[in-house]
C-alpha cells in the first residue's frame, strides 16, 4: 500500500491490511465539530458556577460558536451579554480560536471546543490541516483549546470529552467536573462531561469534586486513587496473547448484564484467530506462573476487584466507551493499565504461587 503520507486529503485509512480507504468530510473532521444541541449540559452545579462567574463579568464568550446554541442558552437563563467567533462561515467574527482568543472584556468563556486527537487527524487524513494545532505537544484538539481559553479567561465552562478525568492535562485550575449520561450532540455520541475553571489560585485541583449529572461522586483525587497503585510485582503476564487461558472482555455491552470481566479461556467465546497485537476491547491474555487450576478462583476474584473499584469510583475510574447501554448507562471500557493493576493485585491478595 502507499506510504500513509501519501494518501490523498481525507482518505481515512480503513484497514491497512486490505488498503482500504473511505472519504471523509474534511471541513467537518479536521475541525472536530460536534454541535450540541442538547440543555442537560446546564446542571444545577454547573449553573452555581456560572452564577457566581456572571456575578463578576456580565458577558458571554463562545470562542467556537458554530450555530450559537449555547450563547443562546446562556442569554436566556443568565440575561448576560453574549458575543463569539467561529472560523468559517459569516454569523460570528471570523477567528482561529486554537491559535488565539480575543477577549479584552475578560468574558466568561462557555463553549464545545473541537475535538480531535492526533492519531485519528493521521488515520483520517486531516493531518495536513490540523499540525500546526499539535505543535505544541498536546494530543488532542479540546486541550488545545482549553489551552487557548484558560489563557484568555479568567471563567471558563467546557463541553470536553469525559477521558479528560483520566488525562495527562493539569488541573489547577478546576473547580468542579460534571459527566453528562445523555445524548448531546446531534452528530456524535462521543462521551461529554462539562468542566468549570477558575481563576489562578482559586481552583481546587485534584479536590475538585466530580459529579454524574448532579449526583456527587467525590473528589477527583478519590477517583484516581481507586484506579490502584501500578505495584512492584514481577509476575509474567502477557495481553493479546492468541493462545492465553484466560479471556478478557474489556468493554461493556449494550445489553445490562454484559460487563467488563476476566473468565477462564474455554468460557470465552471470542474467536482466537481474532487477536492481534492492537485489540483493545476483546482479547486473551497469560500469566505464565499461574497454576490451570486456580483459574476460575482467579478470573472470580480478579472481578470482584474490578467490581470493587467500579462501585467506588461509580465507574469513573474506567474510560468511557461511545453510548449507553439499554439501561441508559454508559458504557466504559477497561484501559489495559489499570487491567494489568487489577490482575497483579489479585495475585497478591489471592496468594497465588
Known sequence: MANIDERELGQMLVSKAKSQTVQVDVGKVS?????????????????????????????????????????????????????????????????????DIPNIQRSV??????????????????????????????DN?????????????????????????LADYPFDRLVLASVIEQALFADTDAPALVACFAPVGLGLGR?????????PVGTLR??????????????????????????????????VGERIRFMPAEDFSYPRSGVKVSSRLMTYLEIFDLDAAELPRFCAQANELLESIRNESQDLALAPFKGNNKAGRRRRRLDYELARRILLGTLEDGKYD
Open 141 to 165: 484538539l479540546y486541550k488545545v483549546a482549553l489551552d487557548r481559553c484558560l489563557e484568555s479567561a479568567d471563567f471558563v465552562v467546557a463541553i470536553i470529552p469525559e477521558t479528560f478525568l
Open 222 to 255: 478519590r477517583i484516581l486513587a481507586s484506579r490502584l497503585p501500578s505495584g512492584t510485582s514481577q509476575r509474567r503476564m502477557r495481553f493479546n496473547e492468541p493462545t492465553g487461558r484466560i479471556g478478557f472482555r474489556a468493554v461493556d455491552g449494550t445489553a
Open 31 to 99: 475541525r472536530g465539530s460536534f454541535f450540541t444541541t442538547d440543555t442537560s449540559w446546564l446542571t444545577d452545579s454547573v449553573r452555581s458556577f456560572l452564577t457566581e462567574a456572571f456575578a463578576t463579568v456580565n458577558s458571554a464568550l463562545d470562542p467556537f460558536a458554530g450555530d450559537g446554541h449555547l450563547l443562546q442558552l446562556l442569554h436566556a437563563e443568565f440575561g448576560v451579554a453574549t458575543h463569539g467567533f467561529d472560523i468559517h462561515g459569516d454569523r460570528w467574527p471570523n477567528n482561529d480560536s486554537l491559535l
Open 207 to 215: 479536590s475538585a469534586p466530580v459529579y454524574v449529572s448532579d449526583r
Open 109 to 138: 468563556i462557555v463553549t464545545n471546543p473541537p475535538y480531535l486527537a492526533n492519531h485519528s487527524a493521521k488515520r483520517k487524513g486531516v493531518q495536513s490541516l490540523t499540525l500546526q494545532y499539535f505543535a505544541g505537544g498536546r
